[in-house]
């Protein structure tokens, strides 16, 4: 029932992780905990980041509109973005604040995704093929919310009327969110990021999503959807280093209910975005044979 | 016809699978058939989703084939510090992957050893991540 891809992508992190910092001196509990990507203290990448400081905020001025005096998601830098091929397993509960601590990267309780016939269905089938038609393995957008489990980092703009997302990679795209209080269309068309509408509820970010189509998977693994995927995300920036992303998943064609995955981007100052154009020379196709 | 390259068992390695960032490793590589193979660069690919290169590699008969090995993608190794240059035509390596299921001389490279000693895209196939 378990995902072998997964298992074994996070045993191939661990070791990749020991492979990466070669030769640097690591400490042998760091090497061995498994690379979740979301860099950190310590670990090969963004192990020069700063300490982590208070949550930056942008000034109170009229010309920020609905961002005015609100946490500051950008700034000289990007936000490295974790790899997150399950959501089941590297995931945190919502409430699990010992995961939320380790940013994800102590996962004592499993997601239950509550699953329905047809996702369980799909969801084997992807592990017994080991995900070889993953949309994503053909350059296709990834989707939400697994833009932010793909990892690729990503810049955020905060403009007076709406939010924009930057995306390195997946498929080197961006996303719009409207802050301006409008609402969904009535019978959106399908598309691979959906209609994105957000507010500001406190220093929270959220984002209100449908209109997507069914031609991506929520996560390597397989985690299906259709296109009456509904996804709420909540973007806090919880200190200068850190941004949790929660999104809530429903689509009653594939779950029984509601269900919600928690995750963290770390930030990485002074980096930016680069050129990925994955659909250059995607030779992988031609040798995907799963099992 | 014994082919200069080691078949080592699985178990006597760590159980590793390398992350790659935009398909499946299992869907493409077998982490069973770990690949040594030592050889002449013949070309290197600086392009995405993966950077490649191709390497001459001798067997015990005096037979050539070309292997093609995958790296990660150009914006991942630039974050690390790799270059275009850091792999040349002429180059002798020595590298080490696991080859694609379907038979093929394809491997997914996880270490390059120049003659030299030195290493180039060692964790190459990182998710993407700034460098250290």
């Known amino acids: 029932m378990r995902s072998h891809l997964t298992g074994w992508i996070l045993a191939g992190m661990a070791a990749l992780a020991i492979v990466a910092l070669t030769p640097l001196p690591v400490a042998g509990q760091q090497a061995a905990q498994p690379d979740t990507g979301l860099g950190g203290p310590g670990r090969g990448r963004g192990a020069n980041r700063p300490p982590a400081g208070p949550t930056p905020r942008l000034p109170e001025n009229p010309l920020l509109g609905v961002n005015s005096g609100k946490p500051d998601l950008g700034g000289k830098g990007m936000w490295t973005v974790p790899y997150i091929i399950d959501m089941q397993k590297q995931g945190c509960v919502l409430g699990d604040q010992k995961c939320y601590d380790s940013l994800g990267r102590q996962h004592t309780t499993p997601v239950e995704v509550p699953f329905n016939a047809a996702a369980r269905k799909f969801f084997d089938h992807a592990t017994e093929t080991n995900s070889k038609d993953d949309p994503e393995g053909f350059c296709l957008p990834p989707g939400v919310p697994r833009m932010m489990y793909t990892p690729y980092p990503t810049q955020i703009y905060q403009l007076a009327d709406r939010i924009l997302f930057i995306y390195e990679g997946g498929a080197h795209v961006w996303r719009l969110i409207w802050m301006d209080g409008r609402k969904h269309p009535a019978d959106p068309n399908p598309t691979f990021l959906g209609d994105a509408i957000g507010h500001w509820e406190g220093d929270t970010l959220v984002v209100d999503t449908v209109g997507f189509n069914d031609r991506t998977w929520l996560d390597a693994a397989g985690h299906p959807h259709g296109e009456k995927l509904h996804v709420i995300e909540k973007y806090t920036r919880s200190d200068s280093n850190t941004l949790r992303v929660e999104a809530t998943i429903d689509d009653p064609d594939f779950y029984t209910k509601p269900w919600t995955d928690v995750t963290f981007a770390t930030w990485s100052p002074g980096q930016e975005l680069l050129e990925y154009i994955c659909q250059e020379n995607n030779r992988d196709l031609q040798h995907l044979v799963g099992k | ?132």
């Open chain 2, 1 to 132: 016809m014994k082919k200069k390259l080691s078949w080592i068992a699985a178990g006597l390695l760590v159980a590793a699978a390398p992350a790659l960032a935009h398909h499946s490793f299992a869907a493409e590589y077998d982490n069973n058939k770990s690949l040594k193979l030592t050889g002449t660069v013949t070309k290197v690919e600086w392009q995405n989703p993966h950077a490649r290169f191709y390497v001459d590699v001798k067997d015990d008969s005096g037979k050539v084939t070309n292997w093609e090995f995958e790296l990660g993608s150009p914006n991942g190794l630039m974050r690390r510090g790799w270059t275009r240059n850091s792999l040349k035509p002429g180059d002798v390596i020595t590298v080490t992957g696991y080859q694609a299921k379907d038979g093929t001389s394809l491997g997914n490279a996880r270490t390059v050893s120049l003659a030299d000693g030195r290493k180039v895209f060692a964790g190459s196939t990182d998710d993407g991540g700034p460098t250290q």
